[in-house]
């Protein structure tokens, strides 16, 4: 019991991790393919990453102590699970309840292939045997190597229930909607869709949690360069080199970005763009910057004991998504624009007073 909890923490811990890390491209894919982000299909992207990885973690963890190590056998009979039924003497006999868990630990893997990717039986059958095959060739060489021998039995049979398992979630999975399979919805990619207060929250949460990606990657990697390139032991400990760069590359980084396109990375994933306004957008967009993202990261460079800044600019951000008008928020009031649908076309700038009442032939109305 012990291992299957080790393995189970360890898929769980890898899953949030990678799943932190790919989090604004499966937004931005999901606005591409699909128009929108729902809570249902996120998780159930998150539960097919976790158990993407527990595969690989129940069937090869734990790895064998070195003191402890014993070769396994190899099982090429195709037929010797008939055998195995056949001398069981009840449905929990261990020959009954293993076949049975070969096909268990399959089934996910077809139903995702299906609902998630919209593919059909033969992709399950492929993928189901071809994934079992690597496990098991895996577990053959010792991980490739790693091991003198096998540690664990390469079995036919795990092949065969494997992807019988894969074929039966694919069946399994027909029972969803239509509507509610494949990766992708007509249209999604060109159909404007309503912007929303969390449509808008979402591209914060992007943009923030982005930065910080950034931000660590870079601090990672300075200290890397540092240690065992230029070799210089305390400027490693210092870590002051390591602390600037992850600051100052996020800004520089968010700063073209927002100056080359007019939008931040979060309003790229979730489809969001700024239009319209009076101010020329050689300064909106500067000021948007500096109402959103970047000035939650310029305040963050303020130090003791003012740093809380950054924290009370975070929370103003998120009261003015929700009380502004369609969520336009700091960035929306400083640079005078309205948020919009990225897909949605480009119009005239609304007409206001006795230029629409000209434009439409009338009279203007009197004060």
């Given at each position: 019991?012990?291992?299957?909890?080790?393995?189970?923490?360890?898929?769980?811990?890898?899953?949030?991790?990678?799943?932190?890390?790919?989090?604004?491209?499966?937004?931005?894919?999901?606005?591409?393919?699909?128009?929108?982000?729902?809570?249902?299909?996120?998780?159930?992207?998150?539960?097919?990453?976790?158990?993407?990885?527990?595969?690989?973690?129940?069937?090869?963890?734990?790895?064998?102590?070195?003191?402890?190590?014993?070769?396994?056998?190899?099982?090429?009979?195709?037929?010797?699970?008939?055998?195995?039924?056949?001398?069981?003497?009840?449905?929990?006999?261990?020959?009954?309840?293993?076949?049975?868990?070969?096909?268990?630990?399959?089934?996910?893997?077809?139903?995702?292939?299906?609902?998630?990717?919209?593919?059909?039986?033969?992709?399950?059958?492929?993928?189901?045997?071809?994934?079992?095959?690597?496990?098991?060739?895996?577990?053959?060489?010792?991980?490739?190597?790693?091991?003198?021998?096998?540690?664990?039995?390469?079995?036919?049979?795990?092949?065969?229930?494997?992807?019988?398992?894969?074929?039966?979630?694919?069946?399994?999975?027909?029972?969803?909607?239509?509507?509610?399979?494949?990766?992708?919805?007509?249209?999604?990619?060109?159909?404007?869709?309503?912007?929303?207060?969390?449509?808008?929250?979402?591209?914060?949460?992007?943009?923030?949690?982005?930065?910080?990606?950034?931000?660590?990657?870079?601090?990672?990697?300075?200290?890397?360069?540092?240690?065992?390139?230029?070799?210089?032991?305390?400027?490693?400990?210092?870590?002051?080199?390591?602390?600037?760069?992850?600051?100052?590359?996020?800004?520089?980084?968010?700063?073209?970005?927002?100056?080359?396109?007019?939008?931040?990375?979060?309003?790229?994933?979730?489809?969001?763009?700024?239009?319209?306004?009076?101010?020329?957008?050689l300064l909106a967009r500067p000021l948007r910057f500096v109402g959103g993202i970047g000035g939650y990261l310029l305040l963050s460079l303020v130090p003791a004991p003012w740093s809380f800044v950054a924290g009370l600019f975070a929370v103003a951000?998120?009261?003015?998504?929700?009380?502004?008008?369609?969520?336009?928020?700091?960035?929306?009031?400083?640079?005078?624009?309205?948020?919009?649908?990225?897909?949605?076309?480009?119009?005239?700038?609304?007409?206001?007073?006795?230029?629409?009442?000209?434009?439409?032939?009338?009279?203007?109305?009197?004060?």
């Open positions: 019991m012990g291992n299957e909890v080790y393995s189970a923490s360890v898929a769980i811990g890898l899953g949030a991790l990678v799943g932190t890390a790919l989090f604004v491209p499966f937004v931005a894919v999901s606005y591409r393919r699909r128009g929108r982000v729902t809570l249902g299909r996120a998780a159930l992207w998150a539960a097919a990453l976790v158990y993407f990885l527990a595969i690989w973690t129940y069937t090869l963890l734990p790895l064998p102590d070195a003191e402890t190590y014993r070769c396994a056998g190899v099982n090429l009979d195709v037929l010797a699970f008939v055998d195995d039924l056949r001398s069981a003497h009840s449905l929990t006999d261990f020959a009954v309840l293993q076949l049975a868990l070969n096909v268990l630990l399959f089934l996910p893997l077809g139903f995702f292939l299906r609902v998630l990717a919209g593919r059909g039986i033969l992709t399950a059958l492929l993928v189901g045997f071809g994934v079992s095959l690597v496990i098991e060739t895996t577990q053959l060489t010792g991980v490739w190597g790693v091991f003198p021998c096998a540690y664990r039995v390469f079995d036919v049979d795990d092949l065969l229930m494997n992807t019988a398992g894969a074929l039966l979630g694919s069946v399994i999975a027909l029972v969803v909607p239509r509507r509610l399979r494949g990766s992708a919805l007509p249209d999604a990619s060109v159909t404007p869709h309503p912007v929303t207060r969390g449509r808008r929250l979402l591209a914060m949460v992007c943009d923030g949690l982005g930065a910080a990606l950034v931000g660590g990657v870079v601090a990672v990697g300075v200290q890397v360069v540092l240690e065992y390139v230029v070799r210089d032991r305390a400027a490693v400990l210092d870590g002051s080199l390591a602390q600037l760069a992850s600051n100052v590359v996020p800004i520089a980084i968010w700063t073209v970005v927002t100056l080359v396109t007019g939008r931040t990375v979060g309003d790229i994933a979730v489809e969001l763009r700024y239009r319209g306004g009076a101010l020329p957008q951000s998120v009261i003015a998504r929700l009380t502004t008008t369609q969520g336009g928020g700091l960035p929306g009031i400083v640079s005078g624009q309205r948020v919009t649908d990225a897909r949605e076309p480009a119009g005239p700038a609304p007409m206001l007073g006795s230029a629409a009442a000209a434009a439409s032939g009338q009279e203007p109305a009197a004060k």
